[in-house]
C-alpha cells in the first residue's frame, strides 16, 4: 500500500532532566527505523532542522513550571493531532512538583542569590493540567520499548498496550522472590503502575514508584503494611513524595501521613 | 554588510536542554555575548533539604537524564565522606565500571549525533545517516555497549536504580560481566578507527590560553577519585572548593555562573581531564591521539571531538580491564552510619567535574546541599571563546555566523538541564 505521507513526529521539552527524550536516542537498533517510518520535524536535542507544523504526533516531555511554559504548551496542543505526554514530569509533575507542598519563593531564595531573576509559578504542574492529552506514558523514566510500542500503536492506528496493573506481576513473571515478604524490605510495587520489568525487587531493593501509581491502587493498606516493617510516618511520607509525587493517589498518602 | 548586528539563536539544537545565544556587534566590534540558559529552574538543593542521605544518589540523578550516573557517584562520595567511610577493592573498581559506561553513551552521542553532522553539514545524524550509513550504525553499536555496561551494574541505562551509598545493592558474578568482554574488543577497535575519523576533521585555527581544572590521581585516568588542579597553580582536595571557587547569579540565566576566586574563568571537562592527565591515559590511547595528530595538551576548544573520541577508546579498554580483573566482593555494600557533618563529592561527569557537598545531622538528613554541574562551570569560558571567536568571522552572513557561534558553544557539549539552568541565538549587528 502507498503511502502518501509520512507522519510528522515532534518531541517538545519543558521542565526535565532530558532523559525521557533520550530514550529515543536509545533505540539504537530501532532508531533508524522510528526514523524511516515518520518524518522527525521537530527534535532539537537531535537536530538543528525544524520543519513548520502541524504535527501528527507530539511527544511532550516536562512539566509546567513557568508562566512562559504555560502558554507555550496551548501552542503545542494546537500545532499537534495527537499529543503524548512522555515520562514521570510531563504526566505527574515530576520531581520538581515537591515545590508544591512547600513555599515557592522559600526555594528560590535557598538556591538563587537574586530571587528577583527568577521566574516560576508556584506549582510544578501536569501537561494534562493545562491541555488535552491523548494519551500518558508513565515512568521516570519511561522504559524504551514502551515509547516503540506508543509510536508504533500511533502508526497502526491501534491503541498502545501498556498495562496498568502492578509491578508485583512483572516480579511474578520473571520469578523474583518478594523482598516484602521474604526479606522485609518496604517495597512500593503493590501500588506502581507496571512498566519498568520489575528492576529493583531483582536488585534485592524494593520498588521507589518511579512508574508512578497503576490503576485504583491501594496506598493506604500498602502504607498499614510498610508501617509494620519499621516505616514511621515521616519515612512515609518521603517515600510517597518522590518523582510522582503530586499524582493524586501519592499526594492523599504522602499527605495523611504527614498530617499524623 | 551592515556594521552594527544582533545575531540570535534562538534555541540552540543538539545540545541537552534549553539556551540562547545573545550577540550584539556594534561597528564590527563584540560588544555583547550573553549565553542564556532558561532551562526552568527545578530547586534540587532546595528540595533535597529535609532528605535522608541514602535518598540523594536517586535524586539528584534526575537532575539530568544524559549523565545519572555522575550525579550518583558524586552523592555517594560526598555521603560517605561525611559519614567517614572509605569504598575500596571492587566496589571501587565496579563505580568506575559502570562510569566508563556512562562516558561512553555520553561522548558517542556528542561525537556522532550532537558534532559530527556540523564537520559533515548536515543537520542531524539522522540525516547524516542517509550517505554516511554505516559510519552512524556503528556509532549507535558503540553508544549501545556503553549503555550496556550501565544497564548490567545500574539496572537500566537512564537513572540506574543499583548505586547506593556504601557501594551497590546487588554486585554482578564475574558470568554477569563475561558477555560484555567480546564487545568491548569490538568497541575499542572500533573507538580507535572513530578517532582516526575524527582526526581526519577540518578544525578553524583557533587557541585559547586556558585555565583547565579536572581532578588529577597519582595512577589513573580521573573518575572518582583525586586532587583538583588546574595548569594555572590550583592544587586542592575536593573539601577546599568552596574556597577557591564561586557561584554568580547572573540575570539572564537560570544557571549559576562559577568562577575560580580572584581569576575567572576556567574550563572543566573532556579536554581539560586530557591536557592535565595525558601521561594517565592507556598506551593505546595515548598512541592513538599522536596518531590523530593531538599533542598531550589541547588547546582547540574544536578538537574537543578527538578528545572525546579518545576518551571513549580509554574508557573501553579501561573497562575491560576492570572486567578482567574483577573478583566479586563479599559483601554488594559496605555499612555507612550516618553522623553529622559535612561531605564532599567531586568526580569527573562526561562534561567535566561535578561537585556535590551536604551537611548531615546526626539522623543523616540532609540540612543542606550544593551542587555545582560542569555546564554552569564552563557558561564564562563558553562566552569567553565567543568574544575572540566572532571577530574575525565579521564577514560571514548572519546565517552562516550563526551556525559557527552554535558550532563554537558545542563544543562544550553543554548539557543544560543539569546546569539547571540553555540555546537560542542573537546576533545584535548595530
Known amino acids: ?260 | 554588510m551592515n556594521k552594527n548586528r544582533t545575531i540570535k539563536v534562538d534555541y540552540l539544537a543538539r545540545v541537552e536542554g534549553e539556551g540562547a545565544l545573545h550577540v550584539r556587534i556594534k561597528n564590527n566590534k563584540v560588544t555583547e555575548v550573553k549565553l542564556k540558559i532558561f532551562e526552568p529552574p527545578r530547586f534540587f538543593e532546595a528540595f533535597l533539604r529535609g532528605r535522608h542521605f541514602t535518598e540523594a544518589p536517586d535524586i539528584t540523578a534526575r537532575i539530568c537524564g544524559i549523565c545519572p550516573v555522575a550525579y550518583q557517584m558524586s552523592s555517594v562520595h560526598a555521603m560517605e565522606t561525611a559519614c567517614g567511610v572509605t569504598v575500596d577493592g571492587p566496589l571501587r573498581a565496579l563505580r568506575r565500571l559502570i562510569y566508563c559506561g556512562e562516558w561512553i553513551e555520553s561522548h558517542v552521542l556528542h561525537v556522532f549525533a550532537h558534532r559530527a553532522p556540523d564537520f559533515l553539514g548536515y543537520p542531524s545524524a539522522l540525516e547524516m545517516a542517509k550517505k554516511h550509513g554505516d559510519l552512524v550504525r556503528q556509532a549507535l553499536q558503540l553508544k549501545k555497549v556503553g549503555n550496556e555496561i550501565v544497564t548490567v551494574l545500574g539496572g537500566r541505562e537512564i537513572h540506574p536504580i543499583n548505586v547506593r551509598v556504601g557501594g551497590f545493592y546487588k554486585v554482578p558474578s564475574k558470568s554477569d560481566l563475561r558477555p560484555l568482554v567480546e564487545k568491548l574488543k569490538w568497541s575499542r577497535d572500533a573507538a580507535i578507527e572513530s578517532v582516526r575519523a575524527v582526526g581526519k576533521l577540518e578544525f578553524p585555527d583557533f587557541e585559547q590560553d586556558y585555565e583547565f581544572v579536572a581532578l588529577r590521581h597519582p595512577n589513573e585516568y580521573p573518575f572518582n577519585e583525586g586532587r583538583l588542579v588546574s595548569n594555572k597553580g590550583l592544587d586542592i582536595a575536593v573539601r577546599e572548593f568552596d574556597d577557591h571557587f564561586v557561584e554568580e547569579h547572573v540575570p539572564y540565566s537560570s544557571a549559576l555562573h562559577s568562577t575560580r576566586k580572584a581569576r575567572g574563568n576556567y574550563f572543566v571537562g573532556p579536554q581539560a581531564r586530557y591536557s592535565l592527565n595525558f601521561s594517565k591515559l592507556a598506551p593505546v590511547a595515548q598512541q592513538t591521539a599522536r596518531e590523530a595528530g593531538l599533542g598531550p595538551v589541547c588547546r582547540n576548544p574544536f578538537q574537543s571531538i578527538v578528545v572525546r573520541a579518545v576518551e571513549t577508546l580509554q574508557a573501553c579498554d579501561e573497562a575491560l580491564r576492570i572486567i578482567e580483573q574483577y573478583e566479586p566482593p563479599d559483601a554488594p555494600s559496605v555499612q555507612v552510619h550516618p553522623q553529622a557533618g559535612v561531605g564532599y563529592g567531586c568526580t569527573e561527569a562526561p562534561r567535566g567535574i561535578l561537585y556535590h557537598r551536604y551537611r548531615l545531622d546526626d539522623r543523616g538528613m540532609i540540612i543542606n546541599a550544593k551542587i555545582v554541574p560542569p555546564t554552569a562551570q564552563n557558561q564564562k569560558t563558553i562566552e569567553n571563546d565567543l568574544r575572540h571567536f566572532i571577530p574575525d568571522r565579521l564577514s560571514l552572513s548572519d546565517e552562516k555566523l550563526k551556525w559557527q557561534c552554535e558550532q563554537a558553544i558545542r563544543n562544550y557539549d553543554p548539557c543544560i538541564s543539569c546546569s539547571a539552568h540553555f540555546l537560542k541565538l542573537d546576533i545584535q549587528r548595530e
Open chain 1, 1 to 260: 500500500m502507498a503511502v502518501k505521507h509520512k507522519p510528522k513526529l515532534a518531541v517538545w521539552k519543558f521542565a526535565s532532566c532530558d532523559g525521557c527524550q533520550l530514550s529515543l536516542l536509545d533505540c539504537e537498533e530501532e532508531l533508524l527505523a522510528v526514523a524511516g517510518a515518520v518524518d522527525i520535524a521537530n527534535f532539537p536535542e537531535a537536530t538543528r532542522a525544524v520543519v513548520r507544523g502541524p504535527y501528527d504526533l507530539s511527544l511532550v516531555e516536562g512539566s509546567i513550571t513557568t508562566p512562559r511554559d504555560a502558554e507555550r504548551i496551548h501552542q503545542v496542543r494546537r500545532a499537534s493531532k495527537y499529543l503524548v505526554t512522555i515520562g514521570a514530569c510531563a504526566t505527574a509533575g515530576g520531581i520538581q512538583a515537591l515545590r508544591n507542598f512547600k513555599e515557592v519563593k522559600e526555594f528560590i531564595s535557598i538556591v538563587y542569590a537574586t530571587p528577583g531573576y527568577i521566574e516560576a509559578l508556584n506549582k510544578s504542574t501536569p501537561i494534562s493540567d493545562q491541555v488535552f492529552v491523548d494519551f500518558e506514558l508513565q515512568g521516570c523514566p519511561i522504559n524504551k520499548y514502551q515509547l516503540l510500542e506508543v509510536i508504533s500503536a500511533y502508526l497502526n492506528r491501534r491503541k498502545p498496550n501498556t498495562p496498568p496493573y502492578s509491578v508485583c506481576l512483572e516480579c511474578k513473571r520473571r520469578a523474583t522472590v518478594c523482598v516484602m515478604v521474604a526479606h522485609g524490605t518496604p517495597c512500593l510495587g503493590p501500588v506502581t503502575q507496571a512498566g519498568c520489568g520489575a528492576i529493583c525487587p531483582s536488585y534485592n531493593r524494593g520498588c521507589y514508584g518511579c512508574f508512578g501509581p497503576k490503576e485504583t491502587p491501594n496506598t493506604a493498606a500498602l502504607a498499614k503494611r510498610c508501617a509494620r516493617i519499621g516505616m514511621s510516618d515521616p519515612d512515609l511520607v518521603r517515600a510517597f513524595r518522590t518523582y510522582n509525587s503530586y499524582s493524586e493517589p501519592f499526594r492523599r498518602e504522602s499527605i495523611a501521613h504527614e498530617q499524623k
